[in-house]
């Protein structure tokens, strides 16, 4: 039966037999994962966007003159059974995805910014938020009121209100084809990371892997109809062991370029004429709003501001991390010359000597520490620290609905018991999930019309190491890293105390949104707090003082170039995004000629090449990755103002910070950083941190 049949079918039920459009049946708002079929998902759409239309309409025709409440007020609350659908559908679609999903998203996703371009460029509606907006001053409202207010005009304003009609019917027309684009672009991605397998037949070839690597390599061998021999996918938990410890340096560069050129192959998935095209619509977007480029258009809401701002802050951290990079790299090379005289350090060589070098200086293996990292400890781990921090707790729900087996749901509560939210968890890789580790909110926190706050639904998801037949599921240094980080995003989802929902959470400018989750990865490898985590996955013994003082000790190895490549694609990003024009653009010359101006050493690959650059041409983050760096001299030195209390669980200063992350995008984030540090982030706790200044 063809999907467009099953959708046909699907109209004809009513709203009691599709499970999307129905009230949840638990007390804490989880949608019902368990009895959703992909039949559901488009009348459920169609269904909640025509409520929304209604719901707009009925405001628009309200004869009463505009105020606070039945215009600004009234458009917050709209849309609350489309945000639930959506939560659902893409939620799923990126953690469990397959191509019926992907083809309903390409029927959506239109639809969608129709409803979107339908609203923001509807003039009469406009003239009603316009009109209190205007007489903002007379109206008495509370900090969080005016910063709604304020929001939703430059919502309109920055999406086409004043316009002429001619560029809002062309603004909707862009809007709607880059919608496509992006869901092309990420498709693409994941079918380029499916494709690729390599197997090894002789385990001679893996000479240095270690045996975990090994097994699970074997284990998804196995899976694909080839037991006996090993599996390799340009996935970043199947690759990475190999770069580290394998010896067969061809192998390692296989990975690495099967890796790095994803999207790159002039196949059906390559993604270089969608950037093209996307890059075009971007820069035609900005000119419709009197920018120049893509970035200042993008900037303006955001803390940074313009994208000279963020030029002159990327370079000041990026002299320093390029000149140690450069330092490494010289070590690197000399232990390179040991093993193969004569030959120069490639980037497929940097993490095999990196990991040598870290042995050799601080007598510390990764695969030493695995043991001590077993998922479900780490994860315990950052829920204890929550605790310790806010007094928060987090209780394991059974027989909750969830998408995949594999998902797992925990009831978050204050000390006296009541919700705080409920936070779902999704740590393995499968093939319909894509790559990287995200938080996103499955429903949002808001207070309605009658004054009930309703709690968050909120899910972290990753693509950890599964567990094998012997092991469970251990993580790396960075995998922790990448645990604690999500969790942050989620603590700042989960603790808000927003009334209004487009405030709520993570609703933050783009550079200030990765501080919750960044100040999370500094107490990853304190001694205090590794020890309620770190322990042996089958003795139970606590990991050991002397693993401690090496992991801390080893705290700023290789960090130039960790920060090269991060910033590497910072740069990238904003490259792109400070084109006029995308007129003759070529990606490959265009990436070459950007790493060419920054100095880039061949040594180093930028984490994201262009092709498969999902921050940016799907997730949103569009001349904004600087912000994971503009955020981290937020974070060095919100974690600083801990440090100098000589408590790093000062309860204090958490209550402060629990204060910031509780309100959500409420209030301008300058203002909410210097309340809550006393004055404006030092970026030398930054440099200091990383090792780049004594």
Not at 79 to 89: D, H, I, T, Y
Not at 382 to 390: E, P, R
Not at 410 to 439: C, H, N, Q
Not at 647 to 669: C, Y
Request: charged share 25%.
């Amino acid at each position: 039966m063809s999907f467009a049949l099953l959708s046909l079918m699907a109209c004809n039920k009513s709203g009691k037999e599709n499970p999307l459009l129905a009230e949840p049946e638990n007390a804490y708002g989880i949608p019902a994962f368990d009895k959703i079929k992909l039949e559901h998902y488009m009348p459920a759409f169609e269904e909640a966007i025509r409520q929304e239309k209604a719901e707009i309409a009925a405001i628009i025709r309200n004869e009463e003159e505009p105020t606070f409440a039945n215009t600004i007020e009234a458009l917050d609350r709209s849309g609350q059974l489309l945000n639930r659908v959506e939560g659902v559908f893409f939620n799923v679609l990126e953690a469990d995805g397959n191509d019926e999903m992907n083809e309903i998203a390409e029927q959506v996703s239109p639809m969608l910014s129709d409803l979107g371009s339908e609203i923001l460029l509807n003039d009469s509606l406009f003239q009603r938020v316009k009109a209190v907006y205007d007489q903002r001053e007379s109206l008495g409202l509370d900090p969080e009121q005016m910063r709604l207010l304020t929001e939703t005009y430059k919502s309109f304003a920055n999406n086409g209100a004043l316009l002429n009609p001619e560029q809002k019917a062309r603004l909707a027309e862009i809007n709607k084809e880059l919608g496509l684009l992006s869901l092309k672009f990420g498709n693409n991605v994941v079918a380029e990371t499916n494709a690729y397998q390599k197997f090894i037949k002789d385990e001679a070839e893996l000479k240095g892997l270690p045996e975990s690597a090994k097994a699970a390599a074997a284990e998804e061998a196995e899976a694909a109809g080839h037991k006996g021999e090993w599996l390799f996918t340009p996935k970043r938990t199947s690759f990475t062991p190999v770069l580290q410890y394998c010896e067969n340096r061809e192998l390692r560069k296989e990975l690495l370029m099967a890796y790095t050129t994803r999207g790159n192959h002039g196949n059906a998935n390559d993604n270089k004429e969608v950037i093209k095209r996307t890059m075009a619509l971007r820069i035609e977007k900005a000119k419709l709003f009197g920018y120049q480029n893509p970035a200042d258009y993008i900037l303006a809401d955001c803390m940074a501001k313009d994208s000279k701002t963020v030029d002159q802050f990327l370079q000041s951290v990026w002299t320093p991390s390029l000149e140690a990079a450069k330092r490494e790299a010289a070590e690197l090379q000399k232990l390179l010359d040991k093993d193969l005289p004569g030959e120069k350090l490639q980037p497929w060589d940097w993490w095999y000597y990196a990991e040598k070098l870290r042995a050799e200086k601080y007598n510390l293996n990764e695969e030493e520490l695995k043991p001590y990292f077993e998922l479900s400890n780490v994860r315990q781990g950052a829920f204890d620290l929550a605790h310790k921090l806010y007094g928060i707790n987090f209780e394991k729900l059974e027989g909750m609905p969830v998408y995949n087996p594999e998902v797992e749901v925990f009831k978050v509560t204050e000390a006296d018991g009541s919700l705080v939210g409920i936070l779902y968890t999704d740590y393995f890789p499968r093939s319909g999930k894509r790559p990287g580790a995200w938080m996103n909110n499955i429903l949002s926190q808001y207070v309605d019309a009658d004054g009930v706050d309703h709690r968050p639904v909120i899910i972290n998801v990753g693509n950890f190491n599964k567990p094998t037949k012997d092991n469970p599921s251990l993580l790396s240094m960075d995998d922790v890293e990448t645990l604690f980080h999500e969790f942050g995003h989620a603590l700042h989802g989960l603790l808000s105390k927003a009334h209004y929902q487009s405030l709520s959470g993570t609703n933050t400018p783009r550079d200030f949104v990765e501080l919750p989750s960044q100040f999370m990865e500094n107490y990853c490898y304190e001694p205090e707090i590794i020890r309620t985590y770190a322990r042996h996955y089958q003795t139970g013994v606590v990991i050991p003082d002397s693993l401690i003082e090496k992991i801390n000790n080893a705290g700023k190895f290789n960090q130039g170039f960790v920060t090269t490549e991060l910033l590497s694609a910072s740069i990238l990003d904003m490259d792109y995004h400070e084109l006029t024009t995308a007129e003759g653009l070529d990606v490959d010359q265009f990436e070459a000629a950007s790493m060419e101006k920054m100095h880039m050493i061949p040594e180093i690959i930028v984490r994201y090449r262009s092709t498969f650059y999902n921050h940016i041409f799907t997730t949103g983050y569009e001349a904004g990755y600087y912000s994971y760096t503009w955020s981290a001299v937020l974070d060095a030195d919100a974690f600083a103002a801990f440090k100098e209390t000589g408590n790093i669980l000062n309860p204090e200063v958490a209550k402060r910070f629990r204060h910031l992350l509780e309100q959500g995008g409420t209030r301008d984030a300058k203002e909410l950083y210097l309340e809550f540090r006393g004055k404006e982030a030092d970026p030398q706790n930054l440099l200091r941190r990383k090792g780049f200044i004594e």
